[in-house]
C-alpha cells in the first residue's frame, strides 16, 4: 500500500469503521470512489514510461510450449499474429464471467487463460466456487452500486414494498453470498436511497449519482450479478 502512494502517487483511504461485508476488523483499502481505474491508470503510465511494451487490443491464441516448459504466448491482432518468447509466463487473464448471462466482468473474459492452462498440464481446482455481487443495479441502468450507501441510509425492499433483510443481523451489510441468495428468493428486489444525503451519495456511489439527476420515474431494479471465482491453478 505504501508503494502505491509513495511510488505511483494513488490517493488511498483507509476504512475506520467496518462496513465491509464479512469484515471482523476495518481492514479495507481503497480509492476514494472506489473505482479500480483510479490505482491501474497510473500504474499503467509507469509502466509506460519504464518503457514496458504493451500489446493493447489483442488476444492471446495460446501459449508455446517447448520440452515440457511454457516459452511464450502466440497473439493475435485483428487479422496478425505474433509470437512472444519469455523466460517466464503469468497468465492474468481473469476468469469466465463474459460466459455469464448477468456479470460485472467484461465480456472478453471468458474462461481463455483457464483452457490455456489446463491444455498445457496446470492443475485447476475449486472451479465451482463463484462468488456473486449483490449491488448491481439492472434498471434503469447497468451499474455497480456502492457497498457503503447501504450503512447510510439505503436499503432493499421486494415488489410487496417489504425489507425483507429486516431480520438479518446486519441487514443489507450481510456477507455477498448471504444477501445474493436472500435476493435470489425474491421476485424483485428495489434499492431505496432516498434517505442517503447528496453529498454521501456523490463520494460513495459515483455511478448512481451521476444517474439520479436524470429523474428516472419508475423502479430502480437491483440483482446480484457474477463477479468473482475463487478457484486456483497450479503448474506441474
Known sequence: MNELESKFG?????EKVIITPGHSFPRRVYTGTGLGKNITKPMREYAIEIGIDLHEQSAVVDLIEDDNVVKGALIQKNNEFQ???SPAVILATGGFGGLYHSSD???DVSGEGIGMAWRHGA???DMEFVQFYPYRLQHP???DVMTKIFAKGAFLVNDKSERFME???KKELETRDTLSYAMFKENKVLIDFSEVAKEVLQHDSPY???LYPKGHPG???ISPVQHYYIWWCANR
Open 141 to 143: 441502468a447497468n451499474i
Open 105 to 107: 466482468n467484461p465480456r
Open 167 to 169: 431480520n438479518y443481523p
Open 208 to 210: 448512481l449519482y451521476r
Open 123 to 125: 492443475a485447476l481446482g
Open 10 to 14: 494513488i490517493h488511498l483511504e483507509r
Open 219 to 221: 423502479e430502480w431494479i
Open 83 to 85: 509470437i512472444i518468447y
